[in-house]
């Protein structure tokens, strides 16, 4: 094996050659080195800030909900390389593929059927994009090939995410010229347990009517829009958007990327509205964190509107569609979720976050404290300043991630009580200094 680099010199490296995530080149900001993961800890290779090990407040980026090194997903990992890491999706097929579809399938709601496998969460809401877009040129009606959505919502990265981003203010506002053009609603009102503004649902139903000729689908991200700013609305807009895209022949897409697997207190968001939509995007804790993969999921209609069209094909094919490691893992990680009282876990975090939460609203430029499952935000009424943030979090043992005027958290489901109330230290603390 080579030889490890010390810490220094892996900064060193780093600083040269390696672009990290919403950041300039080369970076301004030294990262923490992590040496290894176990629960709810990150190790770090040095002390930083007198901290050595840190609880993780943010599931790495929602993923990790069972935690790291968690020995059934690690014993999925190593029976399935013993067998194979990988082989193409295109003409073969593998049992984990076929069980984590199936599995999918059986878990979200009806009448959801088919289950496309992708790379990542960003390129899941391609796949929807383009399987609605298809349906409608298959059926004869190609000018259906916009999209609606309402304000403050982010979907990833790519070309047709980004276009449903929030176009004022948001990370992809550079793009606005650019980028197709779609037709956004208001943000909807927040509040999760408020009761449904009767202007905002006319709102919703006359944009929908009015350019119904036009739209292909409505696309949202149920319940909490996430990183275009942590809100939490009702889900009765959810019903709204169910009934008028079913009046005016539109189809509904949503986005539970970041909602999917338990982490709002309902499996998928969409149970608490009780609907279904047309089409279904998940990942980020589909492998708990241990590779990376997403789904998209669609009702028959959608399929074989598609598979009936002139071009009988859903022309889009990833190099790792379908990879056994990681569908092996997926499956690992929902049977291992499924299996134990995830719900009671949610709701407890979710107390354990109110409690240790509540003194943030005394907080001098604090303009909103919010819990909803396993999430928890402090909004402030500035930019936070998240290297004097992030530095607080970390005196008090927490990696957190602020972002904009946000210090939130999503705690992996395997967090003690007595951690999820550390990271509610830190949330105050790095809101009071950041």
Sequence with gaps: MPESLSPAEL??????????????????????????????????????????????????????????????LNEAARGQLDRMSHVMFGGLTHEPAVRLATRLVGITPEPLRHVFLSDSGSVSVEVAVKMCLQYWRSAGRPAKQRLLTWRGGYHGDTWQPMSVCDPEGGMHELWSGVLPRQIFADEPPAGFDAEPDAAYVRHLRELIAEHADRLAAVIVEPVVQGAGGMRFHSPAYLRVLREACDEHDVLLILDEIATG??????????????????????????????????????????????????????????TFMGNPLAAAVACASVDLLLGQDWEQEVKRIGTGLR??????????????????????????????DMTAATRAAVREGVWLRPFRDLVYTMPPYVTGDEDVARICRAVCAAAREG
């Design 11 to 72: 900064r060193c490296l780093d600083r040269a050659h390696v672009w990290h995530p919403y950041g300039p080149m080369p970076g301004r900001q030294e990262p923490l080195v992590v040496e290894s993961a176990s629960g709810v800890r990150l190790k770090l290779a040095e002390p930083a800030h007198g901290q050595l090990e840190l609880v993780d407040g943010m599931s790495s980026w929602w993923s990790a909900v069972h935690g790291y090194n968690h020995p059934v």
């Design 355 to 384: 409690e240790g939460l509540a003194p943030a609203t005394e907080l001098p430029g604090v303009r909103d404290v919010r819990v909803l499952g396993a999430i928890g935000v402090v909004q402030l009424d500035h930019e936070v």
């Design 261 to 318: 697997f338990g982490r709002t207190g309902k499996l998928f968001a969409a149970g608490h509205a009780g609907i279904s939509p047309d089409v279904m995007c998940v990942g980020k804790a589909l492998t708990g964190g241990y590779l990376t993969m997403a789904a998209t999921l669609c009702t028959s209609r959608v399929a074989e509107g598609i598979s009936h069209g002139e071009v009988p094909v859903l022309a889009h094919g990833p």
